[in-house]
């Protein structure tokens, strides 16, 4: 009976782990640490935690029209009167928007375009929302677009491609300049390093 319970337990425990590993910046030693210190405090940190993740799963959306994620369909940012309607910062990834919103230097709209062209990856633009961006410059007061993507293979291809979509469109297609490092995902970068490339950006 003591082995039946033991082995039930471990088996919640691995799969509690095995969900933590899969968070990125964690692996099997960092998940079972933490997966530790939430079973040893279960009152003021797993059950709230616990909580917190059911409440954000339920009431978090899709924005329909910058693809950000917020409480509300129109997000915030899409809705805020005081940012500028004339320029699009086009992002990879929702991280990538809250790390340009960090730095505060940028008062304008968003789109996320959900990941980069990537053939490995199964990433082409059918599964980016390229299209949905095609739509808002043709359809909205869009002067400028921002390429506010990483210096990789992959965000520099994804760049190449949008601005050759945009080509005939009333619109000046822009892109983070100095102080991107080759390589550097938005992400990573220091909010100075992001400022920089921001205010320096460079027409495509």
């Not at 919640?12 to 079972?32: E, F, H, I, N, Y």
């Not at 599964?127 to 808002?136: P, Y």
């Not at 080759?182 to 100075?192: A, H, I, M, P, S």
Request: with cysteine; charged share 25%; proline share 3%.
């Amino acid at each position: 009976m003591n082995n039946n319970f033991s082995q039930h337990s471990e088996t919640a425990l691995d799969r509690l782990v095995k969900r933590l590993a899969r968070l990125p910046g964690l692996g099997s030693r960092s998940a079972k640490r933490i997966a530790l210190h939430m079973l040893l405090n279960r009152k003021d940190v797993m059950e709230p935690l616990a909580e917190a993740l059911q409440e954000t799963a339920r009431d978090m959306k899709t924005c329909h029209h910058c693809f950000s994620i917020d409480t509300s369909d129109p997000c915030r940012i899409c809705t805020d009167t005081s940012r500028s309607e004339n320029t699009i910062c086009v992002v990879a990834s929702v991280a990538d928007l809250w790390a340009l919103e960090r730095t505060r230097s940028f008062r304008g709209q968003y789109h996320v375009l959900g990941g980069l062209l990537s053939a490995i990856d199964g990433m082409g633009p059918r599964e980016l929302n390229i299209d949905a961006l095609l739509g808002r410059i043709q359809g909205e007061k869009v002067e400028e677009i921002i390429l506010a993507l990483s210096a990789t293979v992959q965000g520099q291809s994804t760049a190449h491609y949008i601005a050759d979509a945009c080509n005939g469109l009333p619109v000046t297609v822009t892109r983070l300049a100095q102080g991107m490092p080759f390589g550097g995902e938005l992400d990573y970068l220091d909010d100075g390093t992001i400022t920089t490339a921001l205010n320096a950006r460079k027409a495509v």
